[in-house]
């Protein structure tokens, strides 16, 4: 009976001893809330955070939203003058509208015409200008500076009413979106294109081309 109860109790011992070891190299590991606090290795001096010329290639994509999420800032405003569908003056500042191509309405003395799709021959450049001028009505013009084109002319992204003058000229096939410049008007020529708005009704020939086929030379 003895010999029994020993067999019974030596395992039970020996689990016990297997526990408390193991318990012991527990308590011997350094509690991680003990260790001291020492700077992180990307915080340290063999790798600084201040070359820009390093990390760029990583920024260029927050650089670019930080770009289009600023705000418009508006340096020419008052009453305009329309001289063309893309060329207004305030205050004796000629500005050209950016990103846009209208059809030329007195260009060297010539107005450029369009054709309808019943082969009828229409003065586009002049249909663009009073429809600027309608768009703007009596309102002021709010425009951005871009800095001049070749000509000194200002370049701007230009408002009235709250609208963006370009876009709407593009958006009703007044204008073309000027693609080899800026793509900022794209999807309003796609939309006005589909609709057969305006000049997309018919034929015409590119103002940029129209230009360079009417430029008179010496």
């Not at 001049?148 to 000229?169: F, P």
């Not at 000027?178 to 020529?189: A, G, L």
Request: net charge negative; glycine share 6%.
């Amino acid at each position: 009976m003895k010999t029994k109860k020993i067999a019974l109790i030596v395992p039970i011992l020996i689990t016990f001893h297997a526990f408390s070891i193991l318990a012991q190299e527990i308590d011997d590991e350094p509690d991680p809330f003990d260790m001291p606090i020492t700077d992180s290795p990307i915080q340290s001096d063999e790798i600084p955070m201040d070359l820009e010329e390093d990390y760029r290639e990583d920024t260029l994509g927050d650089e670019r939203m930080n770009q289009n999420a600023k705000e418009t800032r508006i340096y020419i405003q008052g009453k305009a003058t329309v001289v063309d569908g893309d060329t207004i003056t305030i205050n004796n500042t000629k500005i050209r509208f950016s990103g846009i191509d209208a059809p030329e309405s007195y260009f060297y003395g010539l107005t450029q015409y369009c054709e309808k799709p019943n082969g009828k021959i229409w003065a586009c450049g002049k249909k663009a200008t009073a429809a600027l001028k309608k768009l703007i009505g009596k309102h002021e013009v709010q425009c951005t500076d871009e800095g001049l084109d070749k000509y000194g002319r200002t370049l701007s992204i230009c408002y009235a009413n709250d609208i963006d003058l370009q876009s709407e000229m593009v958006r009703t096939g007044m204008a073309l979106a000027y693609i080899r410049y800026s793509s900022r008007y794209e999807n309003e020529m796609i939309e006005a294109m589909t609709n057969r708005a305006g000049i997309w009704s018919g034929d015409f020939l590119d103002p940029e081309e129209w230009r360079r086929q009417n430029r008179k030379r010496d």
